[in-house]
């Protein structure tokens, strides 16, 4: 009885650890998720740190993180290289590279012109960007059922636009194209990676994506932003502020590892909606951006539609994993009658002999 009862104890001992694990993992990547967005805003804002220049940013975050990927998989060795000819990189990784920089590139020039909070409202279109694009490169089977939900998330964003007290088309463009080329970043990985047995995680995904990146972003970076730069003499690398910042980012890359690794990914999208709640409260107490009713009505809406949308997919995901239960187990089943068939057929040979 003693035993039984020290048995169950050490159970739910170890349940609750994995589930404290869980929320532990949850909790940092929500913290640095949190951080890397506050901080670029911070940096790139005029009215804060007043260094509006997103494209270096964006090309020392990239040469931290090369550099750091480079010694974990090089030298430390604590993350095993994937085998990769030249011509898989140059077909496959490249054109994601690409894709990568100019989201990062946009994403961050719109901190200049937009709240966070309404950054954040208008990423709850990226649910409505992966499926369009899915389906157009036929990733993706068309159902109106789905595209009804990714119109609702879309009307729930535009009346969030329509509330918003400091609207700049210019800052909304460029958030709406991040969100285009982030969407078919994602789809292009499933069709140039995963579709060939390549999986990348985030520390293998820097290694050999960041070095690309850098690359594509020195060419615009050359005629937009070196100009500028080298006529403000004033400036000067502040390595506390752009290393701490890049050492974020690092580890935000880290802990979606850790995150996707331990939990699910659709851990990794539910937690995603509690950061955006969390920053849009941040944005309107701390910041002190304005957030309207009008704007909250309308990111609500669109919130339904994405935990919808994210629901059906989880139902999808486990009937597919029952589905493949299901035919292993009539497989385990044929191969047991086999085996049974075939030992009492050497049954009868044994006894008439």
């Known amino acids: 009885m003693g035993k039984g009862g020290s048995g169950s104890g050490s159970l739910s001992d170890g349940v609750v650890k994995k589930i404290l694990l869980s929320y ?3 909790a940092i990547w929500i913290f640095l998720s949190f951080t890397v967005i506050v901080y670029n805003k911070y940096i790139l804002d005029r009215k804060l740190y007043n260094w509006p220049f997103p494209i270096s940013l964006t090309m020392i975050h990239m040469s931290f993180c090369a550099t750091l990927a480079f010694l974990l998989v090089n030298v430390f060795k604590l993350v095993e290289p994937v085998t990769m000819s030249r011509e898989l990189y140059l077909s496959s990784v490249v054109p994601i590279g690409a894709l990568y920089s100019i989201s990062l590139w946009l994403s961050n020039s719109a901190y200049i012109y937009l709240s966070v909070s309404f950054i954040q409202m208008l990423k709850a279109l990226m649910p409505v960007a992966v499926y ?68 990348l995680n985030p520390i293998t995904s820097l290694y050999y994506v960041a070095p690309c990146c850098l690359a ?62 969390l920053l849009i409260a941040f944005s309107w107490s701390v910041i002190k951006d304005t957030v309207t009713p009008v704007n909250l009505f309308g990111y609500g809406l669109a919130f339904l539609g994405v935990g919808y949308y994210n629901h059906a997919k989880l139902q999808a995901l486990k009937a597919k994993e029952a589905q493949k239960k299901a035919s292993q187990a009539d497989e385990e089943a044929g191969r047991l009658l086999e085996q049974r068939d075939g030992d009492g057929m050497r049954e009868k040979r044994d006894s008439q002999a």
């Open 24 to 26: 532990t993992y949850v």
């Open 132 to 199: 369009s694009i899915g389906v157009l490169l036929k990733k993706e089977n068309f159902k109106t059922d789905t595209m009804v939900n990714m119109l609702s998330i879309s009307f729930g964003v535009a009346i969030a636009a329509y509330g918003e007290a400091k609207f700049d088309t210019w800052g909304v463009i460029l958030q709406l194209g991040a969100v285009a080329f982030e969407a078919t970043r994602l789809v292009m990985i499933q069709i140039l990676l995963t579709s060939k047995g390549i999986q």
């Open 216 to 277: 594509f972003l020195f060419v615009p970076w050359i005629f937009v932003e070196y100009p500028v730069l080298k006529e403000t003499s004033s400036f000067h690398f502040d390595f506390v502020i752009f290393g701490t910042n890049s050492l974020c980012a690092f580890a935000l890359n880290l802990a979606v590892f850790l995150l996707v690794g331990k939990t699910s990914a659709l851990t990794m999208n539910v937690a995603g909606v509690v950061k955006d709640w």
